[in-house]
Structure formats: structure tokens, C-alpha cells
């Protein structure tokens, strides 16, 4: 068998990317990857492939050999009428589909992690800065497991009460009320949304609910109610509890082990 | 000689396979149970109560209501009328949750251990588990007919010779006129399944599960196991004497066929009470066995009817590409019931109940808004389409649904568009700091649209000046629609503007007054956008072709430019 030309090789290799990208990476390995991160990617191995052939003035002129022979040689006849119809015939399509395109609306832009107020509040009255402030009843983790367990099953009982509704009743932001609302209802089996926030951030999303995030975190988008006008205090430490309770993942603490 | 070996070698070590199961089946039952209090504990009892009586701490607000475990009256079962659930049946629905009410799938929160254990758990609720000793009797599948525009058509006539109209309605969005009359086993207020909207069915919507439900029941509620009104008559007879019922005058010969079709069947009812009290004779057995046979096809082509009048899933959410577009037509717009409407495919809003603001909606029964729109060069006209059982024009006192309210929609814009996805948008819930602009229509008054000004849910005001809306609404067989057509423009500063190819946040409210819905108790959408898709431009005819001879030209160049290079 023939060995394939260089300029075939290194075209080969272009497609093979781009497949392994589009289907295996994004598809097999996770979900599908932005067409301008893949285009970043092929603009690697396009300048990769570049490099290898233009070291050497042999193999960039053995590169061109193809591309030169369908372009000039005589007996290429057939094969240059083809592409002389088919690239055209591709710009065109590839143009008109473009133009053609329908425009998606803007997305919502989302902060995973609004930033909280200076001081945590419940109602007006002020519980201490944001770092300082603490679950009042997260000693007795420790101190009085009994007393500790009641606090849980207090937090369980205004969970099932309140948010299951769309937060889940795995707590995993699948309620029966969750996919008519966007954005979706904050997900506690994330091992990315416990352990990143202190318990006295999730008091103040809590208590204020959507319209007490900043411009940046999209207030008006939210559906979380303003729970301080229904919730005492102690019930939205203990539901926190259940929270990390349930799940196994702890809300993050400052200054411990320092 | 060999083969023997062979057998008795697979026997030996089927059996050692087996044994380890057998064993511990029988000996781990009671920690099995043991187990699944845990997990019951755990996962169930603040909904069904931790002694099982469907009484947790969450109870109180979901309807229909948490299993009662200690009465051993389940609705989705396998078995046959008046039976109880197989343990398959309890896992699978623990498996796969009931659609439409507040029980979610637990597949991914218990693995199948915990699940079966839980299983054994809820069964020691009820006594009437550990006193029957022959298994329940499963439903059988067999003789299923397929899924075809036959069976839909007969099935279709059955529905209404089995009367389903009655609770379902007409066309089966549950609007029949006893509707508002059902109530469960536990006096709780149970509206009748909207067929037309499958993937609420709490017991699964593949023609198997619908078939289930048809010959079992579904316990506790108002579905009744299925009865044969026409029990004894094959499917053409059946279909011959609706025909002859419904028929004005009979001829002789027709009447003494009629009368001939009504002995047959009063026979057939007779055998059938002597069948249930355990009487009758071989003939009459035979003959009882065929009619079942016959009650059973008919069921199956009711249940392919069933199935074919809902879409094949849940239509995707009005989000990105399934965006609302109003499409552009150079003359006037089409009135509400002109034929071009069908051409539009609907934009979908899945809508849930409020439960931000007092009082709140828990219990939604409004499912979705659909949503078609056609713009012209000074006018926009919507579709709105939704569904709802009953139609309530007042405040009134019912006296089966007690209190009932007035039905509306309310259709929410911003005063100012934002202008990009950073910008604000006013609060999603009837505005806040920022206003919103709303249409509001109401059922007592069917062709007026009022316009309003929203600061937050409470604080909405009419506008002064009401501009020129043209509405048009119907309300047939459980489905409302209203048609609203407005100028683009408007002189009024409270108004939205309209222009086309800018995409403008929209946002729902709906009443079903049946269900008590009034003021901020209601359902409701978040955000979505909608858009006055512009006119294709005439650049697409343009420049493609130019883009393509462009090409063309640099593949001649690079030719032209190659041939000289060689010569040189």
C-alpha cells in the first residue's frame, strides 16, 4: 500500500481531533464542550501541525505537493473540477446557515457566590458581622449530642415543612415546584455549595431570600421567599443543621485551625 | 452418560447460587425490617408519620394527601380490584414516585436494598399484609392490542358508552360536570385526571400502567374499577345499540334488534351475579369468560385512546431555543378561532403555585400556560391558552368545593426592557423597585383586558389611561383562550414598547378560582422572553453567493499563481 502523503497525515490528525473532542470529550467523558472552547483547541493543533511541517523546507514543500498537484497537474483534472464546485458549494451553505441563524435570548448571568452584606441580620436586628456570626446551636454538636439531635429534627420538621417544596426531598433541588423556576433551586447534595459557604451565609440567603442579593446575583430572578418574615431565628439555624445533617457536608467555618 | 454429568454439575451449582438466597430470604426479615425503620425514619416519616398514618410534619399542605399506610388501601397497584399491592408494586413506586404529587422518585437518594427494606418496613402497618396468605392476584397482560389509529378510533367510542366523560369531560381535561363533586376516601377534594396531561398520572402513562388502572382501580379514589355497561355485547354490538339509543325513531326491525341487544346483555348480567356469588354452570361459566375476554379488549382500546390524546412527553419550557416568537404577517392579524393559529407550534410555560407571599397556593391545579403570537407592521396578537376544569366567573359559594373565586390570567412585562442580560429586570413577582407593566384578564369579563402597573404583589394600580386592547376569550371543554391584539407602540409612558428582533422578559399569573385561588394565592412563571422574530433579512440570498464566488476566485488565483511559480 501507497503510504499516505504528509498532507493527508496531518489532515487526518485535524479530524481526529476534532472528533475526539466534540464526541469522546464531550460526550462519552462529559456533557458537551462550548464550540468556542473546541475552536480554541483546533487552534492548537492547527499551529502544532503548522510547526511540525515548516521546520524543515523539504517537508513544506513535500506538504504542498498535494494541494500543488490538484492545483496545476494535468491528469488532476477530474479531481480539481471537484473541489472547484464543492468548496464554493460549502462556503455557501456554511454562510446561509449563518445568516439564517435565529438569535437565542441573553442568557441569565448567575454568581454562584453573591456577595454577602458586612453584617448578618435577622430582621433588623444585627447578629454580629458576617465572619463572627455563628450557628448558636452548632456547639452542641459536640457539648450535648442529645440536645444537638432535637435541634436537627426541629430543622428537619421546618425543611419538610417549607422547602422541600423545591429545594427536594433528597435536597438535591428537584422539588415538585423546581423546573417551572429559573434559576434552579440551590442543590445541597453539590458537594460545591456546603462546604464553600459558612453557616451565617446561608442564614442570610435564607432570611432574605432573592430580593436580598445583591444587583449581581440577579434578585429579581430568584423565587427563594424572604423566610425571616416566617421563620424565627432559631428555626433557620436549625434548619442549617438538618442541612449538613442530611447530607454529610459541612458548612465552612473561619479561623478554625489556624 | 457424559450429558448426564454435564446436568447434574449445572444443578449442583444452580444450587449453590441459589441456597444463600433462599436462606437469606427466610432469616433476615425481621432485620429487614429492622433496616427499613431506619431508612423509613429517615426519608419517609415526615411525610407519612412515623407510625405510618400519612400524617407527618409536611402533611398538612400536600394534596393529595401522604399514604395512609395502616389501611392498606393503595392506589397504584398491579392487582386486581379490591386487592392489595404486590411488594414489586410498593418498590416501584417507592422507585419511581408518583408524577403530579409531592411523592418523588427515591432511586437516587436509596440504593435497592434500602428500598426493599423499606418495602418490608410500611407493611407492618397494616395487619392485612401478614393475614393473606394467597399472593395477591396481578392484573394479566395478556391479549394487549396495539397501539394503532383503529383501536384510538374505537376506544374513543368507548369512552363515551363507558361514560368516563361524566368525571373526565368531553375532550378529558377532567372538566366532566362531576368534577367538582369527587372527593376521596378521606374527604379530601380529588379533581379527575386531565388526559391530555400524562405526565402527571400518578401511576405511570405507558398503555400497561393506564390498562392497570382501568381493571384495578385506583383505591381510595374517585376511579372506580372498571364495570362493562354493555357487559355481554361484543364491540360491533356494543357499538350497534349506542346506535340505536341515540337514534330518534326505529324501524320495526330495528327496534326488535334493539330489544334483542338489551336481553342479551340483562342475560349476561344475570350470569355475571351468579359468576360472583359463585354459582353457575360450565355453559354459563364459558360464556362469563368470554364476555371478560371481550371487557378486557375494550379496555384496551380505551387505554390506547387515553394514551393518544396527550403530546409523547411534557413539552420543553419556553427557554432558548424554544423560545416564544411572534411571527410576521404583512396583513391583519387573525382573529382567535381563524385556522392559521393551528399553523403556530405553542410556546410552553410550566407554571408552579406561590408560596413567597401570603396567603399561599400549595397545591397547584393549573399545569401551564401555551403561549402563540403574530406581529404585523403596527399590531401584535397572542394566543393564551391554558387549562382549567371548571369555569368561575364570581365569587361564589359552592357547595362542593366550598368557597370558589373568580378565574383569571395576568400576563407580566417590564415597563423598560432591559437592555442586556446585566441590566435589572423588575422583581419577577409582580415587580419591586422597578415596575412592571400587566395585562389582566378576568373571566367575568370576557372581552375586556385591563391594564395595570405593578410595584410588588400588593401594589398594583389600573393604569389612568386604558389603551386599546382587543380581546376576544372562550372557555370549552375544560380549556380557557384568550386572544389579546395591541398596537406596538403606544403613546403612554406606562406601556411597554414593542420593536422587532428585541427580546422582552415574560412573566405569568394565573387563578383557578375553583381551586381558591384569589389575589396572591395563585400560580405562577418566573422570567422567560419573548420576541417579535424579525422578517428574514435578504443579506441570506446575498451574501452566501458572493462569499461562494469569492472562493471560487481564490482557488483560480492560487492556480494561476502555482502554474507561474512552476514555469518560472
Given at each position: 500500500?501507497?503510504?499516505?502523503?504528509?498532507?493527508?497525515?496531518?489532515?487526518?490528525?485535524?479530524?481526529?481531533?476534532?472528533?475526539?473532542?466534540?464526541?469522546?470529550?464531550?460526550?462519552?467523558?462529559?456533557?458537551?464542550?462550548?464550540?468556542?472552547?473546541?475552536?480554541?483547541?483546533?487552534?492548537?493543533?492547527?499551529?502544532?501541525?503548522?510547526?511540525?511541517?515548516?521546520?524543515?523546507?523539504?517537508?513544506?514543500?513535500?506538504?504542498?505537493?498535494?494541494?500543488?498537484?490538484?492545483?496545476?497537474?494535468?491528469?488532476?483534472?477530474?479531481?480539481?473540477?471537484?473541489?472547484?464546485?464543492?468548496?464554493?458549494?460549502?462556503?455557501?451553505?456554511?454562510?446561509?446557515?449563518?445568516?439564517?441563524?435565529?438569535?437565542?435570548?441573553?442568557?441569565?448571568?448567575?454568581?454562584?457566590?453573591?456577595?454577602?452584606?458586612?453584617?448578618?441580620?435577622?430582621?433588623?436586628?444585627?447578629?454580629?458581622?458576617?465572619?463572627?456570626?455563628?450557628?448558636?446551636?452548632?456547639?452542641?454538636?459536640?457539648?450535648?449530642?442529645?440536645?444537638?439531635?432535637?435541634?436537627?429534627?426541629?430543622?428537619?420538621?421546618?425543611?419538610?415543612?417549607?422547602?422541600?417544596?423545591?429545594?427536594?426531598?433528597?435536597?438535591?433541588?428537584?422539588?415538585?415546584?423546581?423546573?417551572?423556576?429559573?434559576?434552579?433551586?440551590?442543590?445541597?447534595?453539590?458537594?460545591?455549595?456546603?462546604?464553600?459557604?459558612?453557616?451565617?451565609?446561608?442564614?442570610?440567603?435564607?432570611?432574605?431570600?432573592?430580593?436580598?442579593?445583591?444587583?449581581?446575583?440577579?434578585?429579581?430572578?430568584?423565587?427563594?421567599?424572604?423566610?425571616?418574615?416566617?421563620?424565627?431565628?432559631?428555626?433557620?439555624?436549625?434548619?442549617?443543621?438538618?442541612?449538613?445533617?442530611?447530607?454529610?457536608?459541612?458548612?465552612?467555618?473561619?479561623?478554625?485551625?489556624? | 452418560?457424559?450429558?448426564?454429568?454435564?446436568?447434574?454439575?449445572?444443578?449442583?451449582?444452580?444450587?449453590?447460587?441459589?441456597?444463600?438466597?433462599?436462606?437469606?430470604?427466610?432469616?433476615?426479615?425481621?432485620?429487614?425490617?429492622?433496616?427499613?425503620?431506619?431508612?423509613?425514619?429517615?426519608?419517609?416519616?415526615?411525610?407519612?408519620?412515623?407510625?405510618?398514618?400519612?400524617?407527618?410534619s409536611a402533611a398538612e399542605n400536600l394534596l393529595p394527601q401522604p399514604r395512609d399506610f395502616t389501611r392498606g388501601l393503595y392506589k397504584i397497584r398491579s392487582t386486581e380490584?379490591?386487592?392489595?399491592?404486590?411488594?414489586?408494586?410498593?418498590?416501584?413506586?417507592?422507585?419511581?414516585?408518583?408524577?403530579?404529587?409531592?411523592?418523588?422518585?427515591?432511586?437516587?437518594?436509596?440504593?435497592?436494598?434500602?428500598?426493599?427494606?423499606?418495602?418490608?418496613?410500611?407493611?407492618?402497618?397494616?395487619?392485612?399484609?401478614?393475614?393473606?396468605?394467597?399472593?395477591?392476584?396481578?392484573?394479566?397482560?395478556?391479549?394487549?392490542?396495539?397501539?394503532?389509529?383503529?383501536?384510538?378510533?374505537?376506544?374513543?367510542?368507548?369512552?363515551?358508552?363507558?361514560?368516563?366523560?361524566?368525571?373526565?369531560?368531553?375532550?378529558?381535561?377532567?372538566?366532566?360536570?362531576?368534577?367538582?363533586?369527587?372527593?376521596?376516601?378521606?374527604?379530601?377534594?380529588?379533581?379527575?385526571?386531565?388526559?391530555?396531561?400524562?405526565?402527571?398520572?400518578?401511576?405511570?402513562?405507558?398503555?400497561?400502567?393506564?390498562?392497570?388502572?382501568?381493571?384495578?382501580?385506583?383505591?381510595?379514589?374517585?376511579?372506580?374499577?372498571?364495570?362493562?355497561?354493555?357487559?355481554?355485547?361484543?364491540?360491533?354490538?356494543?357499538?350497534?345499540?349506542?346506535?340505536?339509543?341515540?337514534?330518534?325513531?326505529?324501524?320495526?326491525?330495528?327496534?326488535?334488534?334493539?330489544?334483542?341487544?338489551?336481553?342479551?346483555?340483562?342475560?349476561?348480567?344475570?350470569?355475571?351475579?351468579?359468576?360472583?356469588?359463585?354459582?353457575?354452570?360450565?355453559?354459563?361459566?364459558?360464556?362469563?369468560?368470554?364476555?371478560?375476554?371481550?371487557?378486557?379488549?375494550?379496555?384496551?382500546?380505551?387505554?390506547?385512546?387515553?394514551?393518544?390524546?396527550?403530546?409523547?412527553?411534557?413539552?420543553?419550557?419556553?427557554?432558548?431555543?424554544?423560545?416564544?416568537?411572534?411571527?410576521?404577517?404583512?396583513?391583519?392579524?387573525?382573529?382567535?378561532?381563524?385556522?392559521?393559529?393551528?399553523?403556530?407550534?405553542?410556546?410552553?410555560?410550566?407554571?408552579?403555585?406561590?408560596?413567597?407571599?401570603?396567603?399561599?397556593?400549595?397545591?397547584?391545579?393549573?399545569?401551564?400556560?401555551?403561549?402563540?403570537?403574530?406581529?404585523?407592521?403596527?399590531?401584535?396578537?397572542?394566543?393564551?391558552?391554558?387549562?382549567?376544569?371548571?369555569?368561575?366567573?364570581?365569587?361564589?359559594?359552592?357547595?362542593?368545593?366550598?368557597?370558589?373565586?373568580?378565574?383569571?390570567?395576568?400576563?407580566?412585562?417590564?415597563?423598560?426592557?432591559?437592555?442586556?442580560?446585566?441590566?435589572?429586570?423588575?422583581?419577577?413577582?409582580?415587580?419591586?423597585?422597578?415596575?412592571?407593566?400587566?395585562?389582566?384578564?378576568?373571566?367575568?369579563?370576557?372581552?375586556?383586558?385591563?391594564?395595570?402597573?405593578?410595584?410588588?404583589?400588593?401594589?398594583a394600580t389600573e393604569q389612568e389611561f386604558q389603551g386599546d386592547i382587543e380581546t376576544e376569550s372562550a372557555y370549552s371543554k375544560g380549556q380557557y383562550k384568550l386572544w389579546?391584539?395591541?398596537?406596538?407602540?403606544?403613546?403612554?409612558?406606562?406601556?411597554?414598547?414593542?420593536?422587532?428582533?428585541?427580546?422582552?422578559?415574560?412573566?405569568?399569573?394565573?387563578?383557578?378560582?375553583?381551586?381558591?385561588?384569589?389575589?396572591?394565592?395563585?400560580?405562577?412563571?418566573?422570567?422567560?422572553?419573548?420576541?417579535?422574530?424579525?422578517?428574514?433579512?435578504?443579506?441570506?440570498?446575498?451574501?452566501?453567493?458572493?462569499?461562494?464566488?469569492?472562493?471560487?476566485?481564490?482557488?483560480?488565483?492560487?492556480?494561476?499563481?502555482?502554474?507561474?511559480?512552476?514555469?518560472?
Open positions: 500500500m501507497k503510504k499516505p502523503s504528509l498532507f493527508t497525515i496531518c489532515f487526518a490528525i485535524f479530524i481526529v481531533c476534532w472528533v475526539f473532542l466534540r464526541f469522546f470529550v464531550g460526550g462519552v467523558i462529559s456533557k458537551p464542550i462550548p464550540n468556542s472552547v473546541i475552536a480554541m483547541y483546533m487552534a492548537l493543533v492547527f499551529i502544532a501541525i503548522l510547526v511540525h511541517i515548516s521546520v524543515e523546507d523539504t517537508r513544506f514543500r513535500e506538504f504542498l505537493r498535494p494541494i500543488h498537484e490538484t492545483l496545476v497537474d494535468e491528469n488532476r483534472q477530474t479531481r480539481r473540477l471537484v473541489f472547484a464546485v464543492l468548496i464554493p458549494l460549502l462556503m455557501l451553505g456554511f454562510t446561509y446557515t449563518n445568516i439564517a441563524k435565529k438569535a437565542n435570548p441573553p442568557g441569565d448571568p448567575r454568581t454562584v457566590h453573591p456577595t454577602p452584606p458586612d453584617n448578618l441580620t435577622y430582621k433588623d436586628i444585627v447578629l454580629g458581622t458576617m465572619d463572627e456570626a455563628e450557628n448558636p446551636h452548632r456547639h452542641l454538636e459536640k457539648d450535648d449530642p442529645e440536645a444537638y439531635k432535637s435541634h436537627v429534627e426541629n430543622g428537619r420538621t421546618v425543611y419538610y415543612q417549607n422547602c422541600f417544596y423545591c429545594h427536594g426531598d433528597h435536597l438535591d433541588g428537584k422539588g415538585h415546584f423546581a423546573d417551572a423556576l429559573n434559576p434552579l433551586p440551590a442543590n445541597f447534595q453539590d458537594p460545591g455549595v456546603l462546604p464553600n459557604f459558612s453557616e451565617s451565609f446561608f442564614f442570610w440567603r435564607i432570611s432574605k431570600g432573592g430580593p436580598g442579593m445583591p444587583a449581581a446575583g440577579t434578585p429579581w430572578n430568584s423565587a427563594m421567599p424572604i423566610w425571616e418574615n416566617y421563620l424565627t431565628q432559631d428555626e433557620i439555624w436549625d434548619v442549617i443543621l438538618f442541612l449538613s445533617d442530611y447530607t454529610g457536608y459541612k458548612p465552612r467555618t473561619f479561623g478554625e485551625g489556624h | 452418560m457424559r450429558i448426564r454429568n454435564f446436568t447434574l454439575l449445572l444443578l449442583i451449582l444452580g444450587l449453590f447460587f441459589i441456597l444463600p438466597f433462599v436462606h437469606a430470604q427466610g432469616a433476615t426479615e425481621a432485620q429487614n425490617i429492622a433496616e427499613g425503620k431506619k431508612v423509613y425514619d429517615n426519608s419517609c416519616a415526615h411525610c407519612h408519620g412515623i407510625e405510618g398514618r400519612g400524617d407527618g380490584s379490591g386487592q392489595l399491592p404486590t411488594d414489586q408494586d410498593l418498590f416501584d413506586i417507592i422507585t419511581e414516585g408518583m408524577p403530579g404529587s409531592s411523592m418523588p422518585e427515591w432511586e437516587t437518594a436509596l440504593d435497592a436494598d434500602e428500598r426493599w427494606q423499606v418495602v418490608a418496613y410500611i407493611k407492618t402497618f397494616y395487619e392485612g399484609f401478614k393475614e393473606s396468605e394467597t399472593l395477591p392476584k396481578e392484573i394479566s397482560l395478556k391479549g394487549k392490542i396495539p397501539y394503532s389509529k383503529e383501536s384510538i378510533e374505537i376506544g374513543k367510542e368507548l369512552y363515551t358508552q363507558f361514560a368516563c366523560y361524566e368525571c373526565h369531560g368531553d375532550e378529558g381535561r377532567g372538566d366532566g360536570t362531576s368534577a367538582p363533586t369527587l372527593t376521596d376516601e378521606w374527604d379530601y377534594k380529588s379533581w379527575p385526571a386531565n388526559l391530555h396531561q400524562n405526565w402527571n398520572y400518578r401511576g405511570g402513562n405507558d398503555i400497561d400502567d393506564i390498562y392497570k388502572r382501568f381493571v384495578g382501580g385506583i383505591a381510595g379514589s374517585a376511579m372506580p374499577m372498571f364495570e362493562d355497561p354493555a357487559f355481554g355485547l361484543s364491540i360491533e354490538e356494543a357499538q350497534r345499540y349506542t346506535q340505536l339509543d341515540n337514534k330518534g325513531e326505529m324501524t320495526d326491525a330495528e327496534e326488535e334488534e334493539y330489544t334483542q341487544l338489551e336481553d342479551k346483555m340483562a342475560n349476561a348480567f344475570d350470569i355475571l351475579d351468579l359468576i360472583n356469588a359463585g354459582e353457575g354452570d360450565e355453559e354459563q361459566k364459558k360464556f362469563y369468560e368470554e364476555s371478560m375476554k371481550t371487557f378486557y379488549e375494550k379496555s384496551w382500546h380505551l387505554a390506547n385512546y387515553v394514551k393518544s390524546l396527550s403530546p409523547e412527553k411534557r413539552p420543553e419550557a419556553a427557554i432558548g431555543k424554544n423560545s416564544l416568537r411572534s411571527q410576521y404577517v404583512e396583513d391583519e392579524l387573525p382573529p382567535m378561532d381563524d385556522a392559521v393559529w393551528d399553523t403556530l407550534e405553542e410556546s410552553y410555560f410550566p407554571l408552579v403555585g406561590q408560596v413567597i407571599i401570603e396567603p399561599r397556593q400549595f397545591n397547584p391545579t393549573i399545569d401551564s400556560v401555551s403561549v402563540k403570537s403574530f406581529y404585523n407592521d403596527t399590531e401584535v396578537a397572542f394566543l393564551f391558552i391554558w387549562d382549567d376544569r371548571t369555569h368561575n366567573t364570581a365569587e361564589e359559594e359552592n357547595e362542593d368545593i366550598g368557597k370558589t373565586y373568580e378565574d383569571a390570567i395576568a400576563i407580566q412585562f417590564p415597563v423598560k426592557i432591559p437592555k442586556g442580560p446585566t441590566s435589572p429586570k423588575p422583581y419577577f413577582l409582580w415587580g419591586g423597585k422597578l415596575a412592571v407593566y400587566l395585562w389582566q384578564w378576568q373571566a367575568s369579563a370576557p372581552e375586556k383586558t385591563t391594564e395595570l402597573t405593578a410595584k410588588g404583589i400588593n401594589n389579546v391584539k395591541r398596537a406596538l407602540e403606544t403613546d403612554d409612558k406606562k406601556d411597554l414598547q414593542l420593536k422587532p428582533g428585541v427580546f422582552v422578559p415574560i412573566a405569568f399569573s394565573l387563578w383557578d378560582g375553583a381551586n381558591g385561588d384569589v389575589g396572591t394565592k395563585r400560580v405562577i412563571s418566573s422570567w422567560y422572553s419573548f420576541v417579535l422574530e424579525p422578517v428574514p433579512s435578504v443579506k441570506r440570498f446575498i451574501y452566501p453567493p458572493i462569499v461562494a464566488l469569492l472562493s471560487l476566485g481564490l482557488l483560480i488565483g492560487l492556480r494561476g499563481f502555482m502554474q507561474r511559480r512552476n514555469t518560472e
